[in-house]
């Protein structure tokens, strides 16, 4: 296997926490994306059109709005107010008028960002699958995790062919670790159900005090 430098996120985040880790691996990826469109990328005329066209999403926008740099982020977002008045909005025309506002509101679900991201995390689950077939020991911090958000289980299944001859005990191991995240959660969800029982009231409770978190990283990630 050739390494690269995409093995780097999987080791640290594989770390036997709790969470899920495909979801840090994506959320250390989409921090240095974002970023990236406050730098000297902005400056690249290839970089600005695809802003201009894409422009980004909500989250997106509001992640970099918080960051340092509001120069930068108002230079594109005039840029890309530029592209959109391109569609020329007659306001005497009902056909013009309804035609600009569908592009208007299909240009809300475009984001140059979220392009970039989808593109790098398939690369991510297919070296994942990669490196488990590679790495035996990686395989037992597999074993020995906690599962994985639902969205990123499915991904990790999608790509599993690229575990090669080691598809099926990958498929097995990571559906494993799936089922026990799954079963765990079950559980902690009936304890805190039961623990809201008056006649359970001066019980103490264990995993059940954070099922509802729990059950918000599992079906959403975090």
């Known amino acids: 296997m050739n390494y690269h430098i995409g093995t780097m996120l999987i080791y640290e985040h594989f770390d036997g926490g709790s969470d899920c880790p495909v979801c840090k691996i994506k959320n ?4 240095r994306l974002t970023e990236s469109y406050l730098g000297e990328k902005v400056m690249e005329d290839d970089t600005r059109k695809e802003v201009n066209k894409l422009g980004f999403c909500k989250s997106h926008y509001e992640a970099l709005f918080l960051m340092r740099s509001k120069l930068g982020l108002a230079l594109q977002t ?4 530029t592209y959109l ?3 020329d909005i007659d ?3 009902v056909k ?3 035609k600009a506002a569908v592009k208007l509101r299909e240009s ?4 140059v960002v979220c392009k970039y991201l989808s593109e790098h995390m398939i690369r991510y689950y297919k070296t994942i699958a990669e490196v488990y077939a590679a790495d035996e020991k990686f395989r037992e911090r597999i074993v020995a995790s906690d599962g994985f958000c639902l969205n990123h289980y499915s991904y990790l299944a999608e ?5 090669g001859k080691k598809q099926k005990s990958y498929l097995a191991d990571i559906s494993e670790a799936e089922n026990k995240r799954l079963e765990k ?3 902690d969800l009936d304890e805190f159900c039961m623990r809201h029982d008056y006649r359970n009231a001066d019980k103490p409770m264990t995993g059940g005090k954070d099922a509802l978190k729990n059950a918000k990283k599992t079906f959403y990630g975090i």
Do not use: H
Not at 159 to 163: D, N, Q, R
């Open 28 to 31: 250390a990826v989409d921090a």
């Open 78 to 81: 005039r840029t890309r107010l």
């Open 85 to 87: 008045k391109k569609l």
């Open 91 to 93: 306001p005497n025309n």
């Open 96 to 98: 013009s008028v309804k």
């Open 108 to 111: 809300g679900n475009t984001c």
């Open 159 to 163: 790509y599993s062919a690229y575990a």
């Open 185 to 187: 959660l079950g559980a």
